[in-house]
C-alpha cells in the first residue's frame, strides 16, 4: 500500500512541529504513512528541537531528540499527500508558497483533524506547562488523524 505523506509546519521547526512529527510517528506504529516536519522561518535549520519538546516529548516516552530542522519549500506540495499548519500565520505562509493548484494540501492542524478552527499556540516564549497543553493539543489531533487516514486506506 502506497503510503500517506504527511508533513506538518510551524515557524521555527523546533517547538511543534517536531512534536507533532514524533507524536504521528509513535501513534502511527507500523501504519502506512511518512511524516516529516518544516520551518516557515530558517532560523533554524539543521538544529535539534527545543529542549523543551524534547523533554516533554520524552516524559511521555516518545524520543525526537534526533531530528533536525529545515525550511519548508516548494518541492515540498509535491512530496506530501497532507501539510498540516500549526497556527493561521503558518498557513498563510505555506499558501503564498504553494505552487498554482496545490495550495488545497494545506490545511489548519486542529481544524483538519479535530474540526476546531483554532491554532496551536506557540510555546516558544511560554514556560514548561505551555509545552504540556501543546503536547496535549497535538497528541489529541494526531489520534484522531489516525483514525481518518484508517478510514480512507
Ligand atoms: P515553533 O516555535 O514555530 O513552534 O518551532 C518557535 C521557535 C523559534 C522561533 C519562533 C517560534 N524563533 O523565533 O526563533
Redesign the pocket.
Known amino acids: 500500500m502506497k503510503p500517506v505523506r504527511i508533513l506538518f509546519v510551524?515557524?521555527?521547526?523546533?517547538?511543534?512541529?517536531?512534536l507533532a512529527e514524533g507524536i504521528l510517528r509513535y501513534q502511527a506504529q507500523d501504519r502506512p504513512i511518512e511524516v516529516d516536519s518544516a520551518?516557515t522561518?530558517g532560523?533554524?535549520i539543521g538544529d535539534p528541537p527545543?529542549r523543551r519538546s524534547i523533554a516533554v516529548a520524552r516524559r511521555h516516552g516518545i524520543d525526537i531528540a534526533g531530528q533536525r530542522g529545515r525550511k519548508v519549500h516548494v518541492g515540498d506540495f509535491e512530496d506530501f499527500d497532507l501539510i498540516l499548519a500549526?497556527d493561521r500565520s503558518?498557513l498563510a505562509n505555506l499558501k503564498a508558497l504553494a505552487p498554482a493548484g496545490s495550495a488545497g494540501k494545506g490545511h489548519l492542524f486542529l481544524d483538519f483533524t479535530l474540526g476546531q478552527d483554532r491554532d496551536i499556540p506557540?510555546?516558544?516564549y511560554e514556560g514548561p506547562e505551555g509545552f504540556e497543553t501543546v503536547y496535549h493539543l497535538l497528541s489529541e489531533g494526531c489520534s484522531s488523524l489516525v483514525g481518518k487516514l484508517e478510514r480512507l486506506s
Open positions: 510551524c515557524l521555527g521547526n523546533i517547538c511543534r512541529s517536531p520551518g522561518g532560523w533554524h527545543d500549526m503558518n506557540d510555546p516558544y
